[in-house]
């Protein structure tokens, strides 16, 4: 297939100091990185002010209250500038007319009108699993702008990808021999490509750490025999266009990102010139920006990364490599936020305790692992202003039953008090939109926030907070009795 029509184009304009490959002089370069960090201080700053008056606005509106005690809010303005910033720092980098995909990685925000947002922005569809696939068409997602990339596709969600034409990059090699089988049986359109791990090493997160040694994703490169082995899987299957790699996620520093992806372009060159041709033609270098939760700076940015990419991979840029692009969390994390209304304040061995309503069916991550995953809670009062006082040592607790359910251990704030409400932020990717069903506690609400200059903020339902109602039917509600008129075969 012609791979240029595949997704959109880098506009062909001749920035006079950015042309093909080139990313300017050190002097340009440095006037460019002030100028961008000052504006990208100030969205921050604007950022951060839309989320004080939408949470005061969510109270007035009744979204968030004593009987909707949790909601997540999104902010639409927020996520419409990090779209923005991920097109404009790759089209700053790549030469004219380089075909780029951002596919933005589902399971960061599994929510139907958010990939519709991102797709009105110009951001495709990365997915892993047939829900996924399922959430990116509902949204509108063409299959032109969507990659399918889980480590254990299922023979019935391969077929589908290929009759969809969606891109599908192969775990392994049994996974590489069942496309073997369904490329022989039928035509696709679908790009296929194989998915490597450089095994350049973990960041500071192991569960998010994708190129370790003994990593369960790709094809380990520096095993006995895979980097020949890959090569001659090239050789063997002209279809084969395609080279990915992830090189990990929160706490993976951008140098050993960059080491991920220098490692995979060095092979698509040495398959390339094995095989004679371009044949590959489209390098897939996955997500994995990590994201600031210490405050509200956005950093690193994509800017950054997107020239560190071309000054430590020369070639990558230059027009030869399609490329595609996985990111998620650094998309949405700072666009999100939790609120809580505190149900009881009290104390306990002299330490301050808050309770309130969001703890580890929101926040799973941070509740499990608190020293990976600490996230900045932010107090307001009853009506939805930010909280003054000094600050205050205080646990903020959820409402599940295990004594672990804590948001934040002694966090310093100003006190929370009964009726108050306790903000997680910067959790709008893999926190509220990923429910954890304990103590039957329900999914809360999502609601997009979009604030005009005279304060007034209006809102949009992205997810219904589920009833109870769902949740017993969700539980075998219609099989009450199933287990009680279950007998052993053969008894009487
Ligand atoms: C999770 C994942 C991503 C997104 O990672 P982020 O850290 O959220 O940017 C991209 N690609 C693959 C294959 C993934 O598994």
Known sequence: MNRASQYMRAPARARGRCLAGCIGTDDERAEDAVGEAAGTAADDGRRAARRDEAVRAAVERG????????????????????????????EDVVAPGTPVLHAFA???????????????????????????????????????????????KTPAELRQALALGIAVNADNPQELARLDALTRSATSRSPLGLRVNPQVGGGSIGATSTSTPTSKFGVA???????????????????????????????????????????????????????????????DIGGGLPVNFASDATTPTYAQYARLLAESVPGLFDGRYGLVTEFGRSLLAKHGTIVARVEYAKSAGGRP???????????????????SWPLRIAAYDAKGRPKEGPDVVQDVAGPACFSGDLLAERASLPLLEQGDLAAALD???YYFAHHYAYNSLARPGVYGYAAGADGEVAFATVREPQ??????????????????TLTEPGRR
Do not use: C
Request: no cysteine; glycine share 10%.
């Open 353 to 371: 305790v808050a309770i309130t309503h969001a703890g580890v069916q929101v926040a799973t991550r941070t509740v499990y692992m608190p020293g």
């Open 221 to 283: 490169l520096r095993d006995p025999g895979a980097r020949e082995w890959v090569v001659q899987a090239y050789r063997d299957r002209p279809w084969l266009t395609r080279l990915h790699t992830h090189t990990g996620s929160q706490g993976v520093p951008l140098s050993l990102m960059a080491r991920g992806v220098a490692e995979t372009y060095a092979l698509a060159e040495e398959i390339n010139r094995a095989v004679g041709r371009q044949q590959i033609d489209t390098l």
């Open 427 to 429: 959790t709008g990717a």
């Open 106 to 152: 589902v399971k960061a925000s599994p929510l139907v009108p958010v990939l519709r947002l991102l797709r009105e922005e110009g951001i495709g569809a990365e997915v892993a699993s047939p829900g996924e696939l399922a959430l990116a068409r509902a949204a509108g997602l063409r299959p032109e702008a969507t990659v399918l990339d889980s480590p254990a």
């Open 467 to 484: 009833s109870v109602e769902e949740i017993v039917a969700e539980s075998g509600g219609a099989h009450a009795s199933a287990l009680t």
């Open 63 to 90: 979204l968030l209250g004593p009987d909707s005690p949790v909601v997540g809010l999104l902010d639409v303005t927020g996520i419409r500038e990090s779209a923005a910033a991920l097109r404009a720092a790759f």
